[in-house]
């Protein structure tokens, strides 16, 4: 069985894939000695890590560079933040990607220099050449940015992300990730009108990983949030104690 159809079988609503998202080799081995099935990255931790603000501003080869580093370095399947594909056009796209070793991405539907919505016609197709290009050595996560984006009024987010997650389904996409979802009955909601594993961020920790569960949920991701609570632990506590010439490892 390759590593693409091991994470692929991992998305199941109601028994989710929980992914520590990673942002370099050494905490990518943390994740996968606690015993997790799968790495993640998130491309805001990784372009943190390569001195870049998140938004494609990482030069695309640091990128897979640092994903090939990641998947070099443990033995589960790792999927990558690929953002919106760097604007690599498809078939360089997946040449480059699988090269890294990696087996899954995330490619969101907004514009990460505007932050508009991609027309869904656009993005549908492009996750469609990505597929073809692919075939089933990629698991795709196809990003719906409506909520994040707040795309419209919140009827109108929900009916465009409902929309939006059936047709990228139909065009080749493995799992959809409405980002930016936290309320349990609209998770519930998405769950049970898209026709397909849905993936939500785990966010600050309002609700466990047993409520997604019982929401049908196949997927719980963490985005930057590790790192952004281990860095904000070194500077607000760590390096404070030093100044002060206290023992910073009792801090």
Not at 2 to 8: C, V
Not at 155 to 181: M, S
Not at 199 to 224: C, E, I, T
Request: glycine residues 8%; proline residues 5%; contains cysteine.
């Amino acid at each position: 069985m390759s590593s693409a159809t091991t994470l692929r079988e991992l998305h199941v609503p109601g028994t989710p894939l929980v992914v520590p998202n990673a942002w370099d080799a050494a905490s990518a081995r943390l994740v996968e000695e606690a015993g997790f099935a799968a790495v993640a990255t998130s491309s805001n931790a990784t372009a943190a890590v390569l001195g870049y603000d998140d938004g494609e501003y990482a030069p695309v080869d640091d990128v897979l560079a640092a994903a090939a580093r990641i998947a070099r370095s443990v033995s589960v399947p790792v999927t990558v933040d690929f953002e919106r594909g760097y604007h690599l056009a498809p078939a360089e796209l997946v040449e480059r990607f699988v090269a890294t070793g990696a087996v899954g991405l995330n490619l969101e539907d907004s514009d990460p220099a505007t932050g508009r919505m991609i027309d869904a016609g656009v993005q549908e197709d492009f996750l469609a050449a990505v597929r073809a290009a692919a075939g089933d050595a990629l698991v795709i996560n196809a990003r719906i940015d409506t909520f994040v984006r707040r795309a419209g009024t919140a009827d109108e987010q929900l009916a465009t992300a409902l929309d939006r997650g059936n047709r990228y389904l139909a065009a080749g996409a493995d799992c959809v990730y409405p980002i930016g979802v936290g309320d349990l009955d609209l998770i519930c909601t998405l769950t049970t009108q898209i026709d397909g594993p849905v993936n939500v961020g785990y966010g600050q920790g309002v609700n466990s990983v047993a409520d997604y569960a019982a929401r049908g949920v196949a997927r719980v991701s963490f985005g930057p949030m590790f790192q952004r609570h281990l860095y904000a632990t070194f500077a607000g506590t760590v390096l404070p104690a030093l100044t002060a010439d206290r023992n910073p490892f009792t801090a």
